[in-house]
């Protein structure tokens, strides 16, 4: 089976590992933090780096690809280079990525035509909507039991694809961003509150109740597994409240009939599902 290992989530850094439970592999989804907190965080998941067998990025902005050089030159020392899979277009816009690509096998990610096999896995990308060169979110399959992990952030609306993805999901994450009343009533300049609220910013904790709801209800007309477990995800230190995410997701599940446990991935400290 797989776990999720939220490392850290929000606007300051994000990575996340996708462990296969049988073999102590896994792949890594971004890496906008530090070294140090990137091997902390392992080392707490008890989860070991090493194992790392492939690399994805949603996206190009900083706080999902500043770390990745340095983690990379670091699993490197130890002996483990794996590729890092990341749409054309945003290499081109990253500096970072750029870099990476100078001295690392950085593949080109698209969703087209099959997906990543990796660590036991199936990667399978989907497009999301953000205002980057080209983002996207995935689905993860264990290729041996068929255990899925859906994995969704900075997305300003659930696109069709990632919709088809995220259902039949053990464990699923989900952007749950910001309140729109603390938005509002928030310090942002107005410009900067126009990009998260729109089709290409972040989803809302109201967005992300209401495809929560969307999911559980045509997962189980359809016969199809139910999330165990919901961790919202990119929640706003400026215009969100964990708790209020925490609990805008329970009660969707709750209206829908699902008792999931409902998690939060946090800025500064791991976050596991199993």
Known sequence: MLALHVLASGS?????????????????????????????RC?????NPG???????????????KGLGVVLRGLAKAGNVPPVFAAGAC??????????????????????????????????PFATSHDAAASFGFR??????????GYLTDSGIVTAQAHAALRDVRILALESNHDP???AAGPYPYVIKQRIASNSGHLSNDQAAAELGTLVAESRA????????????????????????????ETALGDAGCNAETLCGYQARLTTAR
């Open 43 to 47: 080392d707490e998941a008890c989860f």
């Open 181 to 183: 009343k603390m938005l």
């Open 140 to 149: 993860i399959e264990d290729a041996a039991d068929g255990d899925a992990v």
């Open 222 to 249: 359809a016969g199809q597994r139910l999330p165990q477990t919901v961790v919202a995800m990119h929640v706003s230190q400026n215009n969100n409240d964990y708790s209020l995410a925490r609990r805008t997701l």
């Open 91 to 124: 290499t081109a816009n990253s500096s970072a990525l750029a870099k990476a690509a100078e001295a690392f096998d950085v593949r080109e990610l698209t969703t087209e035509p099959d997906a990543v096999e990796a660590a036991g896995m199936r990667i399978i």
């Open 12 to 40: 300051s850094g994000n990575a996340a590992v996708i462990e296969n439970t049988a073999t102590g592999a896994g792949v890594l989804i971004d890496c906008g933090i530090c070294k140090r907190d990137f091997l902390n």
């Open 51 to 65: 194992r790392i067998q492939a690399m994805f990025v949603t996206h190009e902005h900083s706080d999902h690809v």
